[in-house]
T-cell receptor, first 110, second 116 residues
Framework: DAKTTQPTSMDCAEGRAANLPCNHS???????VYWYRQIHSQGPQYIIH???NNETNEMASLIITEDRKSSTLILPHATLRDTAVYYC???????????FGAGTRLTVKP | NAGVMQNPRHLVRRRGQEARLRCSPM?????VYWYRQLPEEGLKFMVY????????ESGMPKERFSAEFPKEGPSILRIQQVVRGDSAAYFC??????????????FGPGTRLTVL
């Protein structure tokens, strides 16, 4: 079972920041927070991951609370092509520990 | 460097037939994973393989489903005696060898199986 809770859906205006929350209150000390997204009918795409420090790459920023019980994925300037289902996953480094929940369906509107 | 390749992209089978789904991992990747996605649902882990070994098959149905990753050639997910409930998108992912946090999985485009 997935160890995360995400809103079912969110809307965002094109050009604005999209902030996608994720609750993982039972996260353990050696579990990382990963974010993937799935654009309609395609395979999931890796976005970013982190342990306890905030992370940023060319796609997004990841903000993890100090107690690590929740995190937020930030797409700084959402475009229509960012419309997708976003999955928040907590896992250790075991390769076979990817448990996808239902995710958040983000719709970017013009 | 080509990504993960899956074929066929679409597969139609009648009830009782066999379905064979193929996955070629990224170059240099020795870990392969299979997932199933039912309509409007998230991906469900099925099986994790390394070359010639099944590491974790805890997500595989007990009957009719099997997977292999031979020394040479692609990984194969085989479904025997397909039923309508097997209709789904099947995704393959691969990751490079070795443990560590940077073993994010790279996904293929999926095979959409339709059972008539």
């Amino acid at each position: 079972d997935a160890k995360t809770t995400q809103p079912t859906s969110m809307d965002c205006a094109e050009g604005r920041a999209a902030n996608l929350p994720c609750n993982h209150s039972t996260i353990s000390g050696n579990e990382y927070v990963y974010w993937y997204r799935q654009i309609h009918s395609q395979g999931p795409q890796y976005i970013i991951h982190g342990l306890k420090n905030n992370e940023t790459n060319e796609m997004a920023s990841l903000i993890i609370t100090e107690d690590r019980k929740s995190s937020t994925l930030i797409l700084p300037h959402a475009t229509l092509r960012d419309t997708a289902v976003y999955y928040c996953i907590v896992r250790v480094s075991d390769p076979n520990d990817m448990r996808f929940g239902a995710g958040t369906r983000l719709t970017v509107k013009p | 460097n080509a990504g993960v390749m899956q074929n066929p992209r679409h597969l139609v089978r009648r009830r009782g037939q066999e379905a064979r789904l193929r996955c070629s991992p990224m170059k240099g990747h020795s870990h392969v994973y299979w997932y199933r996605q039912l309509p409007e649902e998230g991906l469900k882990f099925m099986v994790y393989l390394q070359k010639e070994n099944i590491i974790d098959e805890s997500g595989m149905p007990k009957e009719r489903f099997s997977a292999e990753f031979p020394k040479e050639g692609p990984s194969i997910l085989r479904i025997q005696q397909v039923v309508r409930g097997d209709s789904a998108a099947y995704f393959c992912a691969s990751s490079p060898p070795g443990q560590g946090v940077y073993n994010e999985q790279f996904f293929g485009p999926g095979t959409r199986l339709t059972v008539l």
